[in-house]
Nanobody
């Protein structure tokens, strides 16, 4: 079983920055896709950013130019650098990793979520 542990959330003023981390543990052979989602109160979960094993990235229009997704392959960790934060970025942020385990095949795992609050 692949487990994901998120960290880095918190309270920040508008215009500030936060860096989220998501570390995967378990018998991982490869990670095909890494992604961050967020869910604000009363809203559906939305895709924020994706990163493929080939290095391709994709961002929601609302965060383009402000957020950057990156990874540390050696540590099976994905990051989300969030700059110029806005109150509307307030949400619980979830990481999602999908790929192959060493023995048991495909995995698609979610982190526990980390709260980001941006004050105006």
């Amino acid at each position: 079983q692949v487990q994901l542990v998120e960290s880095g959330g918190g309270l920040v003023q508008a215009g500030g920055s936060l860096r989220l981390s998501c570390a995967a543990s378990g018998s991982i052979r490869s990670i095909n896709t890494m992604a961050w989602y967020r869910q604000a109160p009363g809203k559906q979960r939305e895709l924020v950013a994706t990163l493929t094993s080939g290095g391709s990235t994709n961002y929601a229009d609302s965060v383009k130019g402000r957020f950057t997704i990156s990874r540390d392959n050696a540590k099976n960790t994905v990051f989300l650098q969030m700059n110029s934060l806005k109150p509307e970025d307030t949400a619980v942020y979830y990481c999602n990793l999908a790929g192959y385990r060493s023995i048991l095949g495909w995995f698609d795992s979610w982190g526990q979520g980390t709260q980001v609050n941006v004050s105006s």
